[in-house]
């Protein structure tokens, strides 16, 4: 059997020629070389370390898929939202001190704002107007932002607070919840906002100057900002508005937040939802009563627009209204649930 195989790969050998050799022998050496890569490479990955193994087939996995990150889109943007920053904000507006309109504290909380909100991607705009009050004319300032990357698509939703504080002549009232933490609120939201450009294109912020009366709230006297909004909304068409959020006193420790009883009904509905999904709906509750406010303006102007308002603070329009009254978990509640409120329902 050995002769004949022997002379069989004789004859194989012959018919070949010596061309055919040269090349068979070449093709061997290439496979022997071929072979040779194939253990070292083998070598090389028996001897790395399970860590160094391990990231190299996660960044094979990575390669293969087209990329590893994670977008600000896909995370859920309630989770993203940061009662610690938001009353950071409120602490740096309390150390103005008292921000009546016309003051220097409310000229350096609209220098403060406006550059907030730059930094999340927001362009602002300053509403001047000049109206008559108890104590005269005042030159008040509203501050309206719309998103950078939204290029010419209209805000169909509107998130409101105020910014200033109430006049008094007898206290120093610095309004850490009343005027502070609602912008607070809504200066994180809008760094939240800011990561969803999907999101923040169909919203406008507003900070009101002059919600605070000098008296008391009439139909001229209190509400300024909102007023002034209103009319102009009505001029150029407020029929692109859907409808919005006011949030006003929003941050005192022992939250409940009260709904007014003239609170649009679908939203109120979809705000209660959004606290039972977060597990938060003992936060919020109805107020036995109708409530003026700065979304009152709105509402008359045919824009739902819901307060969101703590009306059990004790130390309201009182000199005790300070940060200490605070605490970044009432923020982080209201917050959470405004921003799920706008991502899965209002805006979804």
Request: hydrophobic fraction near 40%.
């Amino acid at each position: 059997m050995a002769m004949a195989r022997r002379d069989r790969v004789a004859k194989v050998v012959a018919g070949i020629g010596d061309a055919g050799l040269r090349n068979l022998r070449a093709a061997g050496r290439d496979h022997q070389s071929r072979l040779q890569r194939r253990r070292s490479a083998f070598s090389f990955v028996r001897r790395l370390h399970p860590f160094s193994l391990a990231s190299l087939v996660f960044a094979l996995v990575v390669s293969i898929s087209g990329g590893g990150s994670v977008r600000a889109s896909e995370a859920k943007i309630w989770e993203e939202f940061s009662g610690e920053k938001a009353l950071a904000h409120v602490e740096r507006l309390v150390d103005f001190g008292p921000r009546p309109p016309g003051s220097d504290g409310i000229e350096k909380s609209r220098d403060y704002i406006e550059n907030q909100l730059r930094l999340s991607g927001w362009q602002v705009t300053r509403q001047t107007f000049t109206d008559d009050t108890p104590r005269g004319k005042v030159h008040f300032v509203n501050l309206i932002a719309r998103f950078a990357g939204q290029g010419k698509a209209a805000p169909s939703f509107l998130l409101c607070s105020h910014y200033d504080t109430k006049t008094f002549d007898t206290i120093r009232f610095v309004g850490a919840n009343d005027g502070g933490s609602s912008t607070g609120l809504l200066l994180e939201l809008g760094r939240v906002l800011g990561r969803h450009g999907n999101l923040a294109a169909r919203i406008e912020l507003v900070f009101f100057d002059g919600e605070e009366a000098y008296d008391h709230y009439s139909e001229n006297d209190g509400l300024y900002g909102s007023r002034y909004l209103a009319r102009q909304l009505q001029a150029s068409g407020a029929k692109q508005f859907r409808g919005g959020i006011l949030f006003d006193m929003v941050g005192q420790r022992s939250l409940k937040i009260t709904l007014p009883m003239d609170s649009p009904a679908e939203m109120a509905r979809d705000i209660f939802a959004s606290a039972e999904a977060l597990k938060l709906r003992s936060y919020f509750t109805y107020l036995d009563r109708e409530m003026i406010d700065d979304h009152t303006p709105l509402n008359a102007l045919g824009v739902p627009t819901i307060d969101l308002i703590d009306f059990s603070f004790a130390w309201w329009h009182t000199a005790d209204d300070t940060i200490d009254k605070l605490s970044a978990q009432s923020l982080q509640i209201v917050g959470s649930v405004a921003a799920y409120y706008l991502s899965e329902l209002a805006l979804k």
